[in-house]
């Protein structure tokens, strides 16, 4: 794959502050209404730290992907790079395990989710007929938003995230008022292990940005956008968790295991009352809801881009004449992620999805390690991570260091699938009809 813009029938319409409300959205997910009480009942006031140490891990991946973000701008993200770098063989598998072990997966588990919050308000959404029918009006929701233009679907990324972070930055705001300084003392280091354990939970706090880059190909001059982008959303993120984990353990210190399921919506409960736990609750559902969005927005672009390369189906890769968008790749994922939500029971598929996530990260900082080689007239004008090499190897041994932690069942489940796809990469191909060869006379 050339790594110049190719003339892909798609609209440049992203520009710096929806791609940036993008993936600020695609990281602060449902996780951050649980995550301080985990982390908290681990680490205890210590716990800020495991953010920052986690921050600094991520950053590594985050300044990585910016960097051969701002070379490759066509569509695909994580695919588009690991093919321009390796092959198409390499670049189908990304592909499949990003789209298929990553998305779907994890996006059918955010709808269901969904429903369970609104169950806690909503009694009825217990019933599985009406969370069949909650499930298809947002995914077709969702299919017609980004059927009729990436822009109407950044807006209502843009919308979502706003409205799911004013309770987030009333908490910080409001919150300090009640903060004790008692909570916020510890008396001894946690140990290293479990610093460790904590901080593997705490890194996918991190993940889901590089879903947004996925649009590649709708975004306006990517060499600036996408690190400028990735740099102020790292940096808004890290600030907001950090934020919050202090007000929390302020609030709640020694409390904290009493309200480990809903941590945020106890301290809202303390700041404004019960009200405040029906507003966390509602935020919560939202959240994910403003998750999946962003992924029906950005990973349909990455089955657009494998349909042109001749690796997918080649109606993936039709544009709407009107709306200018890959409207059945992204009919198809949505109908997708509601088939796997009205299925449901997918506790072990995300722990593979989880590991899958990972070898996807290791697969585009070796990407990048492997594109700095190849001295291009228009790398003067892209961006280049910090640090040199040691930046891309903190990435590498971070990600090592964390699929250590990972369980035979989840080594034996992902390679099992890595090597499924890899006979299909192969079928397709031997079954694939050869052009025909125009004789002279």
Not at 62 to 88: D, L
Not at 121 to 133: G, W
Not at 242 to 263: D, E, F, H, R
Request: charged letters at 10%; aromatic letters at 12%; one cysteine or more.
């Amino acid at each position: 794959m050339s790594t110049a813009n190719s003339d892909e029938g798609l609209k440049r319409v992203i520009g710096v502050s929806g791609l940036t409300l993008t993936l600020i959205n695609g990281v602060i997910g449902a996780g951050i209404f649980a995550l301080p009480a985990i982390v908290s009942i681990a680490l205890g006031a210590f716990s800020v730290f495991g953010y920052i140490f986690c921050g600094i891990l991520f950053a590594a991946i985050m300044f990585c992907y910016a960097e051969i973000g701002s070379r490759i701008t066509t569509s695909g993200g994580s695919y588009a790079y690991v093919e321009a770098a390796f092959g198409n063989l390499p670049g189908y598998i990304i592909n499949w395990m990003y789209f298929f072990g990553w998305g779907i997966i994890s996006c059918a588990a955010l709808m269901n989710i969904i429903a369970d919050s609104l169950a806690v308000l909503f009694p009825v959404f217990a019933n599985t007929l009406i969370r069949d029918v909650l499930f298809f009006i947002l995914s077709a929701f969702m299919i017609l938003t980004n059927v009729f233009g990436a822009k109407q679907g950044v807006v209502v990324v843009k919308i979502i995230t706003i409205i799911k972070m004013l309770p987030l930055l009333g908490i910080i705001i409001l919150g300090f008022s009640y903060v004790k300084a008692t909570n916020l003392h510890w008396e001894h280091f946690p140990s290293l292990k479990t610093f460790g354990d904590t901080t593997l939970i705490l890194f996918f706090a991190f993940a889901g940005f590089e879903s947004s880059l996925g649009a590649s190909g709708e975004i306006k001059n990517s060499k600036r956008t996408v690190p400028l982008s990735i740099c102020i959303a790292g940096i808004f993120v890290l600030i907001v968790y950090m934020l919050l984990q202090t007000v929390v353990q302020g609030v709640l210190g020694t409390q904290m295991a009493l309200y480990k399921n809903a941590p945020l919506a106890a301290v809202a409960d303390k700041i404004i009352g019960p009200a405040g736990a029906t507003i966390l609750l509602f935020c919560a559902a939202l959240s994910c809801f403003g998750n999946v969005t962003a992924d029906v927005l950005c990973t349909p672009r990455s089955l657009f881009a494998g349909a042109n390369d001749g690796l997918f189906p080649k109606f993936l890769g039709k544009v709407h004449p009107k709306f200018a968008t890959p409207y059945l790749a992204v009919i198809t994922y949505g109908l997708l992620i509601f088939i796997f939500s009205v299925a449901g029971g997918f506790q072990q598929l995300a722990i593979m999805a989880s590991a899958i996530i990972l070898l996807v990260y290791l697969a585009v900082i070796l990407a990048t390690i492997k594109l700095r080689k190849k001295r291009m007239e228009e790398d003067k004008k892209s961006f280049r991570a910090p640090g040199g090499i040691i930046t891309p190897l903190i990435g590498v041994g971070a990600i090592i260091w964390l699929l250590t932690s990972l369980g035979k069942w989840e080594i034996l489940s992902t390679l099992i699938f890595i090597t499924i796809i890899i006979v299909i990469y192969f079928v397709t191909r031997l079954i694939k009809p050869k052009p025909a060869v125009i004789l002279e006379a």
